[in-house]
């Protein structure tokens, strides 16, 4: 289990307590755990639950893992967590799709440069 992982399955249980203060306190804390370094070390699969997971709230309504609303995204930590995850999701994706030089690109283009 990768470390963000743990984070999701850590807010998932804070999220499903009843409405208290403390609930509250520990949501915003847990959120600010939550760093950009644990996002870009993340996988396909870790990154698309975090992605469900902070658009399911779409507008806050008091949770701070919710989206902010118009004009207050800016420079969140919200939009920092989103930037970077679909960043991420897009990395994997284009290293998943590179093509190594085979014997066609060496017939054409002769050998390959690293």
Do not use: C, Q
Request: aromatic letters at 10%; a positive charge.
């Amino acid at each position: 289990m990768t470390e963000l992982d743990e984070w999701m399955d850590r807010a998932l249980a804070i999220y499903a307590r009843r409405a208290s203060r403390h609930k509250y306190t520990a949501t915003d804390d847990h959120w600010a755990a939550l760093n950009i370094g644990m996002v870009r070390r993340a996988e396909r699969p870790e990154l698309t639950r975090l992605l469900g997971f902070i658009h399911r709230w779409n507008w806050g309504g008091g949770i701070a893992w919710g989206k902010p609303g118009r004009g207050s995204r800016g420079g969140s930590h919200w939009e920092a967590v989103n930037v970077e995850a679909r960043n991420r999701l897009f990395r994997l994706d284009r290293a998943a799709d590179a093509i190594e030089p085979g014997a066609n690109w060496r017939a054409v283009h002769g050998e390959a440069r690293p």
